[in-house]
């Protein structure tokens, strides 16, 4: 059945089944890039975009490209049911994958895909398709390209020929067609470029974060034990409950990083936020000495956020009041040497001297004579005189 397209209305996408091959200069390796083809219906003005792979952020990053050439975004895409773009169609309904549907909620666009198995649904895009493959890559079948960019470069100057090759049964070219037909109907780009976003379901801890790719991130601690949506993109990560937004962090990403917002905390903890934080710790086992100083950080290490931290060393630092300075540095030297690391152990070093046992070889002289030469109850050479 011949179809109908009204201007501005609709975009077919596809990707063509040809692939580009990639040549890695410093591995010898050879990578195939996807074409990403876009058709407006009433036109057939044609879009084009070499990307990595067909994944979800490069089909995405497609379409944005996509909108910025032609000026406008349509009122309707016609994808294909690739994943990165449709999770189900059928009888049940159409789902769209979330990102997908993020990036066309940002630019008003409805998604209507074309049934499975059914490519007359989207003549456009196949017939772009073939047309794309016989006049642009075909044409690159003796060329060797070394990266995706040198690729896109190579097809915007034949893109160009392309749409501006008059239609013989027309008289016109698909750009003359794009100027009269779909140009004035588009729909503006939004104020803002599209950032590609990507979405998770997470369980808040009792701790009142949630973990996302093994860095944390601090919500309102009422929502303990409720499950949030995480929207991230390459620089923030929102965290909705319920549809309403309930906490903005900056993107981590360093394993074990955690982001914590003070008003997140209850009552009791930002008590302990306040009269107790990383520099202050610090300071306190620096005063100490070295191997107090060591210590700290070996425990602020194995945790995922500081607080997590404060209990221990505070209960380790503090046995500096009992015991003295000097002889917990011997005792942490000692812990250190027999990687001894819980409270009740270094206790115990002090409290049966353990690493007065030690022979005088088997420490850096250095630490040895800085931590005896400092002692209060060793007199110094000139009482030797």
């Not at 997908?100 to 940002?106: C, F, P, S, V």
């Not at 390459?234 to 990403?253: D, E, F, G, W």
């Amino acid at each position: 059945m011949r179809q109908t397209h009204l201007a501005g209305e609709k975009m077919f996408v596809d990707y063509s089944g040809v692939t580009m091959p990639i040549h890695n200069q410093r591995t010898g390796e050879v990578e195939y890039a996807q074409i990403f083809i876009a058709v407006l219906g009433a036109s057939g003005y044609t879009f084009v975009h070499a990307t990595p792979s067909q994944k979800q952020e490069d089909f995405i990053y497609s379409h944005v490209k996509c909108y910025g050439f032609f000026g406008g975004v349509p009122r309707v895409v016609v994808p294909d049911n690739l994943k990165s773009a449709i999770i189900s169609n059928n009888k049940n309904g159409i789902v769209v994958n979330e990102s997908y549907a993020d990036l066309n909620r940002h630019y008003g666009v409805i998604v209507n895909p074309a049934r499975p198995r059914k490519p007359k649904d989207k003549p456009k895009a196949e017939q772009g398709v073939q047309a794309i493959q016989r006049y642009i890559l075909a044409r690159f079948r003796h060329h060797k390209f070394f990266s995706v960019d040198e690729l896109n470069e190579a097809i915007a100057e034949l893109l160009d020929r392309y749409n501006n090759k008059i239609i013989k049964h027309l008289q016109k070219s698909r750009t003359e067609l794009f100027n009269e037909l779909d140009a004035p109907y588009l729909n503006p780009l939004p104020a803002n470029s599209y950032t590609y976003k990507q979405f998770k379901i997470a369980k808040v801890h009792q701790d009142y974060h949630i973990s996302l790719e093994k860095c944390n991130y601090s919500v309102p601690y009422k929502y303990i034990k409720e499950e949030v949506e995480v929207r991230y993109s390459t620089q923030s990560v929102y965290i909705y409950h319920k549809n309403r937004l309930i906490a903005t962090h900056p993107r981590l990403r360093r394993v074990g990083e955690c982001s914590t917002l003070h008003e997140h905390m209850p009552s009791k903890h930002q008590y302990v936020n306040e009269s107790m934080n990383p520099q202050r710790v610090r300071s306190w086992a620096k005063n100490i000495g070295e191997f107090s100083s060591v210590f700290v950080e070996d425990v602020f290490a194995s945790v995922e956020y500081p607080p997590q931290a404060y209990n221990k060393i505070v209960a380790i630092l503090s046995l500096a009041k009992l015991y003295g300075n000097t002889e917990l540095e011997l005792a942490l030297m000692y812990a250190t040497k027999h990687n001894t690391t819980t409270t009740k152990s270094i206790r115990s070093i002090l409290d049966k001297k353990l690493y007065l046992s030690e022979s005088a070889n088997n420490v850096q002289p250095s630490s040895h004579y800085a931590l005896f030469n400092n002692h209060s109850n060793i007199r110094g050479a000139d009482e030797y005189k």
